[in-house]
């Protein structure tokens, strides 16, 4: 007998549908809402306890004989668990994905920090419990997969739509102040998704609709846009990673030379032009000519001697930060316009001096009391704030990130700082996560040791790194390497690579979108490590390896392709 409950007309209500309904409420919640994300895996669990399991049998009790019913309740769900976990077994795919959990559950063994490798292990928890759910239920057909993702890309617009009224009712110094409901760098990994599933909507046979096409192109286009409101370097770099892919396989499956050879070209073309133009940003902004002290203004408007200094400050825009400085000036001006002293701290903990110098400097203005009595009040307040340059205030802007790229980069190699941007930080993060896997690579240091490990690493290399910059490898490869050592890192790679292969889901258009975002993130994030990250994971690797019949890239670029003909 199939289990059902009471819902409003028109929804089914046998236990099945409603598992469907609470994976759409956890497809919702990855871009909005972490609350939702727990509550709707803890939905899909009972749920999935009872889809499925035979409670006819008990119709001839009594109800008066309740201790015989309930009895009976949890036989039937037991029975029914049992054969979930039999198919479980019986599917290789499955057990190699679930057994990544149990990879961390091993590391609890050799932890010296229980409690946090069990906070932890909660964190990981969808690692398990959504691969086990998906596996053993029926898989989504085609019209329910496409709701899924219907809905998936609403709640990621809604996201968006939050976040512009952010951008338009508060102060936003930083652009990842934008992204409300969960990281940015999260938030943007959703988009790439999005924006792709709308790809394979859009040439999909049977939407002709002009009007859905031209909702589909908008979406597109909007979720591109905010991506560079984001300034998500990551985002728009997967973005341009997947875009090469699907050109180069576009290219290689045209039949008309011509046509192939000039699309391989133009993609090759653009990619090296790209590289180019970053190196030459990069070269261009850190790199200034040399100074002629005797050209230079000796004295403020007020006689007060200036300080020309070209070792201290770098270089920004192409020119010395530390030219035409008056210290006494900048002194009693600021401290007359700002409660925050000017030999103090701004409000990121950041040498207030530096954070206001660097900032005139961007405005081509000379750092004395004229340069300061040129800033307004709200200009005076995004320096209180830490904010350094007046171009990283510019909406849109792309260009403000590259610059922090840049002056960051010169930062680290003329005085080997990496403090001023979160790349060169990321560079330290790796060469303390290779320290620690050098003194641990056999069997890692396990699963909740990986803080103490860092905070030892840091100290004995005696980092340039503040403290609040101190944190972990950024990268998901490493992380597993430091946590489990050798044949744990080769495991990790196995369960991301065994299901698929296995599944022939490597001709999945979505699965291959998937896999690049999930592969490019956890290069530059330790993308299991959060809930958002983990659950983004779990959710849709699960989804599309177990839960779904595939689509191959051929039904999506090509016409004369079956839907169940992979790609050879």
């Known amino acids: ?70 009895g009976y309740l949890f036989k039937a769900t037991a029975v029914n668990l049992a054969g979930k976990f039999r198919m479980l077994f019986y599917n290789p795919a499955a057990m190699v994905a679930v057994s990544l959990y149990l990879l961390h559950a091993i590391g609890l ?80 990994l959703t988009i790439c998704f999005a924006i792709f599933a709308m790809v394979h909507l859009l040439y999909k046979r049977e939407y002709r609709s002009g009007f859905h096409k031209l909702i589909l192109v908008a979406g597109i286009v909007w979720f591109l846009l905010f991506l560079f409101i984001l300034e998500s370097i990551t985002g728009i770099l997967i973005m341009a990673i997947l875009t090469f892919i699907m050109v180069l396989y576009l290219g290689f499956r045209i039949k008309n030379n011509t046509l192939k050879y000039s699309l391989l070209i133009l993609s090759i073309t653009a990619t090296v032009a790209s590289v180019h133009y970053f190196r030459s940003f990069v070269r261009d902004f850190s790199h200034a000519p040399a100074v002629d002290f005797s050209s230079l203004d000796r004295y403020t408007a007020y006689g007060t001697p200036y300080l020309h200094d070209t070792c201290s400050y770098g270089v920004e825009n192409g020119k010395f930060v530390g030219l035409y400085i008056s210290h006494t000036e900048l002194r009693n001006e600021w401290n007359r316009k700002s409660e925050l002293s000017y030999d103090g701290l701004d409000r990121k903990g950041q040498q207030l001096s530096h954070t206001l110098i660097r900032y005139l400097h961007s405005k081509n203005l000379r750092k004395d009391a004229e340069g300061v009595r040129s800033l307004s009040e709200k200009e005076i307040r995004h320096i209180e704030n830490g904010v350094a340059s007046a171009v990283y205030l510019d909406n849109l802007n792309l260009r403000s990130r590259f610059e922090q790229i840049a002056m960051g980069y010169s930062n680290y190699i003329r005085h080997g700082d990496p403090n001023a941007s979160s790349v060169m930080q990321r560079i330290e993060y790796w060469k303390t996560s290779l320290y620690i896997v050098k003194h641990n690579w056999l069997t890692g240091v396990g699963t909740g040791d990986l803080n103490e490990a860092f905070s030892a690493a840091y100290e004995e290399l005696d980092s340039k790194l503040e403290p609040d910059f101190r944190k972990r490898s950024h990268n998901q490869f490493l992380a597993i390497f430091i946590a489990f050592g050798i044949f744990g890192l080769a495991w990790f790679l196995f369960t991301l690579i065994f299901p698929p292969l296995k599944l022939g889901k490597f001709t999945d258009f979505y699965y291959v979108v998937f896999f690049v975002i999930i592969i490019m993130s956890m290069l530059t994030e330790d993308t299991l490590e959060t809930q958002a990250g983990v659950t983004f994971f779990a959710f849709f690797n699960a989804l599309l390896l177990f839960s779904r019949r595939r689509t191959p890239l051929h039904n999506t670029y090509g016409k004369e392709a079956s839907a169940d003909h992979p790609i050879k």
């Open 1 to 70: 007998m199939a289990v059902h409950f009471r819902t409003q007309p028109g929804l089914k209500t046998d236990a099945t549908s409603l598992l469907y309904y609470a994976m759409i409420l956890l497809a919702v919640s990855i871009p909005l809402s972490e609350f939702g994300m727990s509550a709707s895996q803890f939905l899909m669990l009972g749920l999935w306890a009872a889809e499925g399991a035979d409670y006819s049998g008990g119709r001839h009790l009594r109800m008066q004989n309740a201790i015989a019913r309930i």
């Open 109 to 188: 063994f050799y932890s010296n920090d229980v409690n946090y490798a069990l906070k932890d292990l909660r964190i990981k928890l969808p690692l398990i419990s959504l691969p086990v759910i998906l596996a053993t239920t029926p898989a989504l057909d085609r019209q329910r997969f496409q709701r899924l993702i219907y809905f998936f890309i609403l709640a990621v617009f809604s996201g968006t739509l939050a976040s512009m009224y952010v951008f338009f009712t508060r102060h936003v110094s930083d652009p990842r102040e934008l992204s409300i409901f969960i990281s940015h760098i999260r938030f943007s």
